[in-house]
């Protein structure tokens, strides 16, 4: 584990738990409360009606996917702090700056790799975290 200090790694935990915290809310919401919109696109008798219903659920779905990869990049972070490897970056094996992970604590990859994986995989990384 790089030099972080006892305080910056529980600062990074508390970040981590309190996005779980969040993204596992917005989940629920977004999966248990959403407005019936399949429904109204498969019964809307106007096609404009029937385009805004459509548009709505893909959005909700995107919205879940989206929160579903970060929560699964939350947890690779909390295996990492757990075997020690969080804070190297995986491209380099140097440290990432706590500057970095202060910005995003899921980060695997310090910035200068980070910038050649995008570059190198910038269809796989669309919609990814970092």
């Known amino acids: ?18 996005r779980d915290k969040t ?16 429904d109204v696109a498969s019964e ?14 893909d959005l909700d779905n995107a919205a879940v996917s989206r929160d579903i990869v970060e929560l699964r990049a939350i947890e690779a972070a909390r295996i990492r702090m757990e075997n020690g ?7 380099c094996e140097n440290e990432i700056p706590y500057a970095r992970l202060e910005v995003q604590p899921t980060a ?3 910035a200068p790799c980070q910038e050649v994986y995008e ?11 970092m």
């Open 23 to 38: 993204l596992r809310e917005e989940l629920h919401r977004e999966v248990n409360e959403r407005d019936d919109f399949a």
């Open 1 to 18: 584990m790089p030099n972080l200090t006892a305080e910056q790694l529980a600062h990074l935990k508390q970040m981590l738990e309190e």
């Open 108 to 110: 695997e990859r310090c």
């Open 44 to 57: 809307a008798p106007d096609p404009g009606d029937s385009s805004f219903a459509n548009l709505s659920v």
């Open 85 to 91: 490897t969080y804070g190297d970056c995986v491209g």
């Open 119 to 129: 570059k190198t995989h910038g269809d796989v990384v669309r919609g990814a975290t």
